[in-house]
């Protein structure tokens, strides 16, 4: 898929997708924009399938790996069980449901950001010096603080990158998909000032957990993810599940996706404007 036109952050982790309301507007618009770009040598010439030939609801035979290791650990209680419950029902329509390890996972977030970073305050380093008024706050403090990363951590960032890639090709040679938490209930939006308080000089890990989902920038999969339920707080918030699939295989995560909508309704509900009213249909 191509970056022309993205402004890079990491280049290369960087990547573009389709945020939309449902399954099939996704395959709709990936089939859009993926493929290779003259404008961007770094696009893949892999061909590109007709993703809605994949939308068929059906689900039986597909193998659903489910990680016995990291992924579950330290999330919000009932984000697991909002996952734990989408896994169940597509066994229940005919999935085969089986246990995976990812060694090494939990080192995705930390390496990962260090890359990211690493990348990011090389790429912009001339526009920091020149104009750092117009970066967000928080940005600004990350790029300042990971020009003060090692060149020995970035290499070694890498490496661990090497492991994760091969961690997750030994997972797919037993499953299609893997189903995963993709991350805690969106917590509170702090004020500027506080948020970047967070960040200190020479910090090196995220401030928030991200392996669930930067695990897929490390290793260049494909992932996709839909809602699968509401907290039970006030305010409710969008609970969603993260399924990864093997390298170019776009077409199989919707199709597991989309029979899961096919069969919920979490996709039609919307969380609540204030804490007294309940998530509802759109």
């Given at each position: 898929m191509s970056r022309y036109g993205v402004t890079t952050l990491s280049w290369t982790l960087d990547h573009a997708g389709p945020m939309t309301?449902?399954?099939?507007?996704?395959?709709?618009?990936?089939?859009?924009?993926?493929?290779?770009?003259?404008?961007?040598p770094t696009a893949a010439q892999e061909p590109v399938p007709e993703y809605m030939k994949s939308l068929t609801g059906n689900v039986k035979g597909l193998r659903i790996g489910v990680p016995t290791n990291y992924f579950f650990d330290g999330v919000n209680e009932q984000t697991v069980t909002a996952v734990r419950a989408a896994?169940?029902?597509l066994k229940e329509m005919g999935a085969t449901v089986l246990d995976v390890t990812v060694p090494h996972a939990e080192l995705a977030g930390s390496a990962?950001?260090?890359?990211?970073?690493?990348?990011?305050?090389?790429?912009?380093?001339?526009?920091m010096k020149a104009t750092p008024q117009l970066f967000d706050p928080i940005v600004r403090e990350?790029?300042?603080?990971?020009?003060?990363?090692?060149?020995?951590?970035?290499?070694?960032?890498?490496?661990?990158?090497?492991?994760?890639m091969d961690s997750m090709q030994r997972a797919f040679e037993t499953c299609d998909v893997i189903a995963v938490p993709s991350g805690s209930p969106a917590t509170k939006l702090e004020p500027a000032e506080i948020a970047a308080s967070d960040v200190k000089p020479g910090s090196k890990s995220p401030?928030?957990?991200?392996?669930?989902?930067?695990?897929?920038?490390?290793?260049?999969?494909?992932?996709?993810?839909?809602?699968?339920?509401?907290?039970?707080?006030d305010p409710r918030l969008p609970l969603g599940i993260q399924f990864y699939a093997k390298p170019f295989d776009e077409a199989t995560l919707f199709r597991v996706s989309h029979a899961y909508e096919s069969n919920t309704d979490w996709h039609r509900q919307r969380p609540p404007l204030?804490?007294?009213s309940k998530p509802g249909p759109v």
């Open positions: 309301k449902t399954v099939a507007d996704a395959a709709m618009v990936l089939q859009a924009i993926a493929g290779a770009d003259p404008q961007d896994v169940a029902k990962g950001w260090i890359v990211a970073m690493a990348e990011a305050a090389c790429f912009h380093e001339q526009r990350r790029l300042d603080a990971a020009r003060f990363y090692p060149a020995t951590d970035y290499i070694k960032a890498l490496r661990v990158r090497s492991l994760l401030p928030i957990r991200m392996g669930n989902t930067f695990i897929g920038n490390m290793t260049g999969l494909p992932a996709i993810v839909v809602p699968c339920g509401f907290t039970n707080d204030d804490a007294s």
